[in-house]
Every structure is written in structure tokens, then in C-alpha cells.
């Protein structure tokens, strides 16, 4: 007999990475969104409850990422079904830790647990590309990392262009999201249509190095490449509240470097230890309270391990 | 007593490999230059002979990179000296094969060899990089493979720039030089000066791809990373006659890509067994020939190790 019920929980995740500008990505140990789907009378998806970072989320299932997803997943694997769907979020949304991605996984992963998993990890790819497309573009840096965990490197949307790379063990992250908004399409507008070709080549590099880094598990060096570049962060700085003055605090409190976490507000900093992540997360917090503005930060590490499931019954 | 003689051996090189325009290079197991160089009465270095592939190769010391390299290496370890350099070149000049590097270096380490190696290897990164910009512009993507071997990243000019990547094993190559003249002046000036940021995006995922296929040990992805330009070869593949019609030639013997070697006009084909390395390299001299031009080719591997000292007595 079917389950009743289904609960998964996928991560928020670090895309970008520096250089790594639309094709690396990250899944941090927490936060996550959490979704349980439970067997329904009505066909489809019908979007029951939103609870946790819920402000101005579509309730409309047709724009929600987690009903998306999961749509999709029904379709495939029970065409006549029908379930009820209840989002838990964990994570900020518009905060640039993958919050859209994180609940079209968790939708996902937990429509395939109701119906015994018959789709494997990476075959429930395409549902989450697809619901993120709905709201943020068509790009997998979040959603694989959600998906599978770890490091990823996307080199387009399906899944033979997903490249799991390793995870170095004593990287730790402090991740501290201030109270502004920057929508991700003001975030693409500001980036130049062209860049100089020197510039290229130096991007080339820096993501020739990270890779390099994370193979050699040298955090030091994986600090220098995810820093070193020079075309993202330059164009969207100023839409970045303080932003100077932060990578400043963070370096004060002993991270390596500091990037913008996808396209902003969140700012992640790479530390080499738990304690100096987490003194770079509460060193930021005070910051930005100082400069009159809320914020939220914690320190955490690289989820080997992505979205799972975590209850079915 | 010291030493009257010292020949040193340093290796072809194939710098750019497709997306890693600039920052990758990798040493070839042949061909090569050798550099003998023994005591001189005169303060200094003194350019004795070459032979092999001289033709219009610079007699003037200032001009030469071999001698330039080992100037500055005598100045560093023991600047009363005097020197004679006899080179012998294994490789054909601007070829896109690290010619001028493969001097510098054998020069280099001859030299280093004649005193006893005061030096280490990556301490005579700094003449080589000098002699190589007298005659090619500032650069170590040629030169670092050429003293180190193997597959090497390199994000400057300097030691700390230097990366060394794996090279996987089952990877031949079959590299193919065709008797046309593309001067490294023009095949830069040809490139264009911006690109679009969608072009850069392409291009950074290409290139983590290819370093993560290194360190994975996959040939078929690396490759297709390898393969993967949309920038570089585009604009200089009117430089290349016959370059489409050659690259189907390769394909056809069973190589899985061919890139232009360094600023070309050589070809090097990716293949994963020596018998298609050698198929290709001799259809590939064959078409060249059908077409009215002379080459020359063959097929190789990386080399695990740079340049040699070869005798010492």
C-alpha cells in the first residue's frame, strides 16, 4: 500500500562561487525548505499551506516552485493522482541562497518518496529546471546542488552537463543575509552585455584554479580563486548595501574572502575554521545592525549530501 | 671540480588546449630542443652553433631565447662566468609548439646543470619567462609546462602562479604541423578585443570542465572540454587553412577533438589509444599533402616530466 505521506527537505545552496558565475554551485548544511505531500481526491497539485519565510510568496500553484516541481514529477509518474502539498520555508526568499531552487527540490524529491521513488536523484532534474524557470530563469547552479549535494559544476540544464566535484573537508562558511531586496533581475541588469577579452582570460583562470582548488582540497587557494573575480561582483557592488565595509569585518574576523552568494543580498565567506566562521557570522550580523539594517547569519559547512527525504508514512 | 660540458633536454609544448586560451599548457613526450653549454674564457654567453630546425632563427645572443635564459641564469649563480651554448633544435619555429620556450628552457637548465644545479626547477621559471618575452610576449603557459611537465595551469608569470594539474593516463595525442606561416603577432590581433558575457559564461564552464576531467581521468570529457572554444579558434580559423576540412580528417581516424596548438599552425588531435593517435597523425600529414602542403606530425603523449639535464660530464 502507498504512504500517506511524504516529506523531503532540500538545502539552500551558494551559487556562482566568485568566477564560477553561472556554472558552480553549492549546498550548504542548512537552512532548507521542507515539503510533505500527502495523497489527495483531487487531481493535480493543490497548494495547502505555506509556513516559515512566507511573505509575498505566490500562493498560486502555477508559481509556486515546490507545487512546479512537483507537478511535473506527478506527470511522470502518476498521470491521474492527486496530492496536497505543504511548503515549509527555511530559507529567505529573494535573499540569493537558492530559495526558489531549494523548494522546487523539495517538491520534487517528495512527490517521488509518495510514489516509492521510482525516479532516480537526477532524473528529477529536469522538474526542478523547469520550475525555477518559471521564476528565476532557466539554470540549474541551484537546483543541482539542491538536487545532489556537494560542489557541482553546470555546464547547461540537463543532466549530462551536471558534474559533481569534491567538496574540500575544513571549509566552513559563515552566510549573513542583511534585510534589502535585490530582485535577480535588476542583479543580471547591471552586468555588462561585453566584456574586454583580458577580462576573459582572467576569469578563465581563476575558474581553471577553483576547480584545481577543490581537487588539491586547498582552502587557502579555493579562498584566492573564488575571490579573484573581476567582472561579476565590480558591476553589482553597488547594489550591495556596505559591501566593502563587510568583506572587511569578514576579513577582520578571519575569512579568507567573501563573495556575494548567487546574485546577492547574502554574502558567503569562505573560513578555514568553525570558529572563525562562526565569529565572521556574528561579526557581520552586528554590522549590519550597526549600519541599521536586520540580519540573519549563521555558520555552516558544504552539504556532501543534498536533498533527502525525511519522513514517509 | 666542475663539470666542462652540460646538455639539457626541454619539451614541445601545446599551450591554450581550446577554452584555457592563455592558461593551460601541457608538455609533449616529443619533440624537443637540446642546449649544450660548456666553460668559456669569455665573461658571458657566446652562441657556438645551432642545428636542427635553424632557419631564420636569431644568431644574435640578445635575440635567442636559449641564450637569453642561460644569461640570466649565469648572472644569477655565477655572474663572472664565461659560457659557450650550442642548441640544437628538435622543434620548428613558429609552429604553435613552444619553440622559443623549449630553447629558453634547455638553456635554463644547462646552465643550472653546469654549476651544479644551485637552482631548483621552478627557481628558473624567471629566466625563462624573461627570455620568452623578448621574442613572444610575457607569459608562462609554454615555458611552466616546458620546465615542469605534465599538464600545467598558470594564472601569472610568477612561481606562486604556477599549478600543476594531473595528466591522465590514456590520453595520446597526435600533433600535426602543416608548412604555413601563421606569426603569433597576427593570430593575437585577429582575436577579438571584448566578447559577449554569455561567451565568458561558455568559456569558464568549458574550462572548469576541463580541469575537472583531468583530475577525473575522462579522456571522452576532456575532450569535449578541449573542444569546447567558441571564442579563440573561431576567430583565428581563417589563419588555419584546411581547418574544418582537417578536423573531420582527425574525427575520421578516430580522434575525439583537434585544437589549434598554441597560436597554430600546428594541430593537436585527442585521441584514446596510441593506434588512433598514429592513424590520425599520418592521415592528417596525408591530407595535408593531397592539399600542396608539406607537414610534418606525429603521435605523442604528455610528458610527466619537463626539461632534463641529458648528460653531464
Redesign the interface.
Known sequence: MSPFSATAYAPATVANLG??????GLALASPGDRVTVEHSSSPGVTLKAITGHSDSLPLDPARNTACIAASYVLRQIAPEAGITLTLEKGLPLASGLGSSAASAVAGAVAVNALFGSPLSRIELLPACVEAESVVSGRHADNVAPALLGGVV???GTTADAV?R?PAPPGLYLAVVTPAVAVPTAQARAV???????T???H??????????AL?AGDIALLARAAGGDR?IEPARAHLMPYLTEAKQVAAESGALTTIISGAGPTLCAFCDTQRSAEKTATALVAFYQQMGLAAQGQATTVAPDGARVIDVH
Open positions: 568566477p564560477g558565475f553561472d556554472v558552480l559544476l553546470v555546464t558534474h566535484l552586468l555588462p552585455a561585453t566584456v574586454p577579452l577580462a576573459m582570460v576569469q578563465t583562470a581563476q575558474v581553471a584554479l577553483l576547480v584545481h581537487y567582472v
